[in-house]
């Protein structure tokens, strides 16, 4: 008989082909999953599996936050609260070189604190920035590339959907994941900034400056708009940081906060209500799907053992431990050309964190550089779907590869954050250590 670690090879190999031949990773991974077990336990510890994996490891209080991270993000979006972010950090940054794309930058990492949507993030600052950006003669790529890039912020800044499903395949806190993301998130935006400002005094055609005089009244004016975000940010990390509630109560908080706040200003009508309702559930519905998949295949892969001998393989080679997290990374990177983020994590985990418990490297950390690496496959080509959400809301003379060749100065921004990261792991772990 084949050794079980050896199945589970194969069964790796089998739902790498099906999702290359457009198999959705959900049905992929649990017919794989089931298969795999029905060779290795038989027909009735199979279908127990099946039976069992939904209920034990999906319905769960715990994964309960995501549809309210979802939610949140679709209050925020339909409820304008991106117009006034981006109307609040034009006023501070428009007049220096590259302004409007800072201003850009700047207002997506605070919509990501009301909103955890790299997607939502893209599709708002499409509709606000471009025309913004048109009208002042900024170079196209510049323009269109740093909406993609800095909406993948919202992967990194708390409230983060993708911490959630991360925390999901692996065993770490997510209210000191959610927490160990501010940093890197700030961080991150910063850098993104800097270059832009870098790269238009070097070349002014590239973003020149603004002819815009902003009294110093109007931009204190100006601050009102920040607050729903600060407020928002402050109930729902304030309050996990401060261990007041868990993340799932703190999602539920952050939700209701930033109903009552686009409800207050008459910015959510019934019809978008209604419609981040609805949204809300296809895609939490489309991510628990994915979870059920992966868990019955990681149940597949922990019958077969193939995690465990991975690990003894690579603790017998004596593999130095950042060098197995830069392999991995390097993994990541590949995966993400034809991947999405949920399905890249679906396929991986349930394979290597053993591998990094087992090495003694702190899973918060690696949590960490794993939804960077998600950011990243969010405008690698040729899947990167920021860039075609970007794509689909820019004016129709927009090609597709000024957006990814936009995108690539970022791209460097964040092989920058990443090496920081890996340098630097206090920048991820001080903050959680920190904790209520």
């Known amino acids: 008989m084949i050794d079980p670690p050896i199945i589970g090879l194969i069964g790796i190999g089998l739902l790498i082909v099906l999702i290359l031949l457009g198999v959705p990773i959900a049905v992929s991974s649990s017919v794989v999953g089931f298969v795999g077990c029905l060779v290795l336990l038989g027909l009735k510890p199979a279908l127990g599996v099946m039976y069992m994996v939904p209920l034990d490891k999906v319905a769960t209080y715990s994964l309960s936050v995501i549809p309210l991270f979802i939610l949140m993000g679709g209050f925020a979006l339909y409820g304008g609260i991106g117009h006034e972010l981006y109307t609040a950090c034009v006023r501070w940054l428009g007049k220096l070189p590259g302004g409007l794309a800072m201003a850009t930058t700047a207002a997506n990492g605070l919509f990501g604190a009301c909103s955890g949507s790299s997607l939502a993030a893209a599709a708002t600052f499409t509709k606000l920035s471009v025309p913004e950006m048109a009208r002042y003669n900024y170079h196209p790529r510049l323009s269109l590339g740093v909406i993609a890039a800095s909406g993948t912020m919202a992967a990194m800044i708390p409230p983060s959907g993708m911490m959630v499903v991360f925390c999901a395949f692996a065993n ?37 400056r603004v002819d815009m005089r902003v009294p110093l009244k109007e931009k204190l004016f100006a601050l009102r708009y920040l607050l729903s975000a600060a407020v928002v940010f402050l109930v729902l990390v304030g309050g996990i940081y401060r261990g007041i509630f868990s993340p799932t109560e703190g999602g539920a908080a ?28 296809t895609t939490s ?60 994590m679906a396929l991986t985990l349930p394979v290597l964190f053993p591998l990094i418990e087992s090495l003694g490297i702190n899973g918060i950390w690696f949590g960490i550089l794993v939804i960077k690496m998600t950011e990243i496959a969010l405008i690698t080509p040729p899947l990167g779907l920021n860039v075609y959400v970007v794509k689909g809301l820019a004016p129709e003379d927009t090609r597709l590869e ?19 990261i890996i340098v630097f792991p206090q920048i991820v772990l001080w903050l959680p250590t920190t904790m209520g």
């Open 402 to 420: 000024d957006i990814f060749a936009g995108v690539m100065p970022f791209l460097l921004m964040d092989i920058v954050v990443l090496a920081l």
């Open 172 to 208: 770490v806190s997510l209210g000191k994941l959610l927490v160990a993301g501010v940093i890197p998130g700030v961080l991150e935006g910063i850098i993104y900034m800097l270059s832009i400002y870098v790269r238009a005094r070097m070349n002014p055609k590239l973003g020149p």
């Open 254 to 281: 952050g939700a209701f906060v930033i109903f009552l706040i686009v409800i207050s200003r008459r910015k959510l009508s019934w019809s978008n209500i209604v419609l981040s309702v609805r949204e809300t559930v």
């Open 285 to 344: 519905a489309m991510i628990f799907f994915i979870i059920v998949g992966a868990m019955v295949f990681a149940q597949f892969l922990a019958v077969s053992r193939l995690p465990h001998s991975f690990a003894v393989m690579v603790t017998e080679q004596a593999v130095p431990p950042l060098l197995v997290v830069v392999m991995i990374l390097g993994m990541f990177i590949f995966l993400g050309t034809f991947l999405d983020a949920v399905a890249m």
